[in-house]
């Protein structure tokens, strides 16, 4: 069992910044790819970012420029720095990590973004 644990999430004003977390049990080495997804109120769960084994990235047009995928293999956590954030970033944001083809979901952290 892979579960990541999501954390960082929490009220910023617009134009601020904040970075999430997502830690894996274990090692990540193996892993095929990891992401981050987020589901608005009233809207469906959407790809925001993703990275591959290779660490090759890719990102929705939508926080290209602001959003900032990356991951430490040490310590076994995957991280999205988020700048100049919107109001329309407020959802809550998943972890999402693809093992052996099988994907492991996080919980998910609250992001609320309003002055």
């Known amino acids: 069992q892979v579960q990541p644990v999501e954390s960082g999430g929490g009220l910023v004003r617009p134009g601020g910044s904040l970075r999430l977390s997502c830690v894996v049990p274990g090692s990540i080495l193996g892993i095929d790819l990891m992401g981050w997804y987020r589901q608005g109120p009233g809207k469906q769960r959407e790809q925001v970012t993703i990275i591959t084994s290779s660490d090759d990235t890719m990102y929705a047009d939508s926080v290209k420029g602001r959003f900032t995928i990356s991951r430490d293999n040490a310590k076994s956590t995957m991280y999205l720095q988020m700048a100049r954030l919107r109001p329309e970033d407020t959802a809550v944001y998943y972890c999402?990590?693809?093992?052996?083809?099988?994907?492991?979901w996080g919980k998910g952290t609250l992001v609320t973004v309003s002055s």
């Open positions: 999402k990590v693809r093992k052996r083809g099988i994907d492991y």
